[in-house]
């Protein structure tokens, strides 16, 4: 069963570059997304609210193999332009995690206590200074933790971009060794799973950083694993 091991490996990780660029730019527009829709379903503007909560309703209620069927495949038909399959996935990628993203945003920033808003009131900050000085650097601390498992997700959809023909670890396997090697399926999509997961772990360990940052940058101690599961043992 591991005689064709080395070769699996070796082909596999071919395809760690695409997954990469792919997670790595599905985040990097999933942070903006998140941050303006977030946002922007907190804006006194009405119709602000609306193009926000339009936004993330519809990317979020809609199936993410059918919006990357949809820009890739369909859309080219009506504007004449089409994207190359890795921009197309990233911006999926993007647009989808993003809606889920926004409420994170949303949520985080609503979970600040009203005395901190009261306090750069008696401050006399305007209320974009309220929300950059004051405001978001608390509302980071609570946001990061639950990007952390977006960003793992976001990961674990990037396989979607095999249907499109970017050769990532899963179209690696799925589309290069499965074909040639089916009597080894299970080793191929073993190693597949071992991949993936040493980029979740990577992804985690890089959050929970940036996560102790931005903790210490507002005066407060991360919850580190473990730490809010014993506090609810004790307290049963």
């Known amino acids: 069963m591991f005689e064709n091991f080395?070769?699996?490996?070796?082909?596999?990780?071919?395809?760690?570059?695409?997954?990469?660029i792919a997670t790595l730019g599905g985040i990097a527009l999933c942070i903006v997304l998140s941050l303006t829709a977030g946002l922007g379903m907190l804006s006194r503007r009405r119709w602000v609210r609306v193009i926000a909560r339009s936004y993330v309703e519809v990317w979020r209620g809609t199936s993410e193999v059918v919006q990357l069927f949809w820009i890739f495949f369909a859309l080219p038909l009506l504007v004449g332009f089409e994207l190359l399959p890795m921009w197309a996935g990233i911006?999926?990628?993007?647009?989808?995690?993003?809606?889920?993203?926004?409420?994170?945003?949303?949520g985080a920033v609503q979970a600040v206590p009203r005395e901190q808003h009261e306090c750069a009131v008696a401050l006399s900050f305007t209320?974009?200074?309220?929300m950059w000085r004051v405001i978001l650097p608390q509302a980071v601390v609570e946001m990061i933790p639950p990007f952390n498992n977006l960003f793992i997700q976001l990961l674990k959809s990037s396989a979607l971009l095999s249907l499109i023909f970017v050769h990532d670890i899963t179209y690696q396997g799925r589309d290069v060794l499965e074909p040639r090697f089916t009597g080894q399926t299970a080793l191929i999509y073993l190693l597949m799973l071992a991949l993936y997961l040493v980029l979740a772990v990577l992804i985690t360990a890089v959050m929970r950083a940036l996560e102790r940052r931005a903790a210490a940058g507002v005066g407060r101690q991360p919850v580190e694993p473990g730490e809010s599961l014993g506090r609810g043992a004790g307290a049963i």
């Open 6 to 20: 080395s070769h699996f490996l070796r082909v596999l990780v071919q395809g760690v570059p695409a997954t990469l």
């Open 91 to 106: 911006l999926v990628l993007g647009l989808n995690h993003g809606a889920y993203g926004g409420e994170i945003v949303r």
């Open 127 to 130: 209320r974009t200074q309220r």
